[in-house]
């Protein structure tokens, strides 16, 4: 039958198991790196939020709650895509390995004759 994966075909797929677990880890260490990011920005806004809006206001001419709205909507924005580019790839390849993982075990065997 059509169907069958052979011996050779399956050692392809464990290479490349291989090479999408370095992309997984990548992209965990990625995320993480970047979730730190915005728990920094988060904490340097909340506790020196007098003395960044002073340095920015020497630049521009700014209320204080134009620039909470910026500082906020950056960070959101920032979030976004991290969940976009980083969080999201990483589930769905790991649900992808999965999906392929499981046809495998459950291929039929082919027949001696």
Not at 28 to 48: D, H, K, M, Q, W
């Amino acid at each position: 039958m059509k169907y069958f994966i052979s011996d050779k075909k399956a050692a392809n797929v464990i290479q490349e198991s291989a090479s999408v677990a370095a992309i997984q880890s990548f992209l965990i260490y990625s995320t993480l790196l970047n979730y730190s990011i915005v728990a920094v920005c988060f904490l340097v806004f909340r506790f020196v939020h007098s003395w960044l809006y002073q340095l920015h206001s020497r630049w521009f001419s700014v209320s204080a709650e134009t620039f909470d709205v910026i500082r906020y909507a950056g960070m959101a924005v920032y979030k976004v895509g991290i969940l976009y580019y980083l969080t999201l790839p990483h589930i769905w390849l790991y649900a992808l390995m999965q999906l392929r993982q499981c046809a495998i075990r459950n291929r039929p065997k082919q027949d001696a004759a």
